[in-house]
């Protein structure tokens, strides 16, 4: 059973729109949560931490909340350039030293 | 800044050879991992080593091993590759105990 889900596998938007992707998560004791962006032909980069419900952190057009079941990654007014797959991730049940991605949301935004 | 290099970033082989990939970190982290990258099943890890002189499996091991050759180093070995390891690999560092992971830029293998 998957530990991590992430929808929608893709996303297209209009640049301007802003919309919402989605994160949630089955692991009991959550003990952070991770976001990541990967360009095409790159590794992924970090974003965000969150460790608690109700936390959030922001980054330019870019807003990453908690929920006890699910993460979102809120994305306003975007522009072409935030075009990339956003991945999320959790630590592993068995400790903390890996993680575990979501198969990831490619997003695309059109001029 | 360097970060995390790996090398090669695309190697083709035939069925049955073997290769090694090779990855250097400058950030000295203690912890270093290889991830495979595949359509459709997203980042699965195959070694991690969570500090120099110990290295332990993740969720997809089976037809590799890992050495790390001290704190920058860490090699992911094929000894016999086979076409459902045609994947992109990735290494990656971190500080331990952080699941704030720094990714190299990745190596496209294909297996014939």
């Known amino acids: 059973e998957d530990q991590v889900t992430q929808s929608p596998e893709a996303l297209r938007l209009q640049e301007g729109e802003s919309s919402s992707l989605n994160c949630s998560y089955t692991v009991s004791g959550l003990r952070g949560l991770f976001w990541y962006r990967q360009d095409p032909g790159k590794g992924p980069e970090f974003l965000f931490t969150?460790?608690?419900a109700g936390e959030e952190k922001e980054k330019e057009r870019l807003k990453a909340t908690l929920t006890k079941k699910e993460s979102f990654l809120h994305i306003t007014a975007p522009k072409p350039e935030d075009s990339a797959t956003y991945l999320c991730a959790v630590p592993e049940n068995s400790g903390y030293s890996t993680l575990t991605f979501g198969k990831g949301t490619m997003l695309l935004v059109s001029p | 800044n360097a970060g995390v290099t790996q090398t090669p970033k695309f190697q083709v082989l035939k069925t049955g050879q073997s290769m090694t990939l090779q990855c250097a970190q400058d950030m000295n982290h203690n912890s270093m991992y290889w991830y495979r990258q595949d359509p459709g099943m997203g980042l699965r890890l195959i070694y991690y080593s969570a500090s120099e002189g110990t290295t332990d499996k993740g969720e997809v091991p089976n037809g590799y091993n890992v050495s790390r050759l001290n704190k920058r180093e860490f090699s992911l070995r094929l000894e016999s590759a086979a076409p459902s390891q045609t994947s992109v690999y990735f290494c990656?560092?971190?500080?331990?105990?952080?699941?704030?992971?720094?990714f190299g830029e990745g190596s496209r293998l294909t297996v014939l």
């Open positions: 990656a560092s971190s500080e331990a105990y952080t699941g704030e992971l720094f």
């Open positions: 969150l460790y608690s």
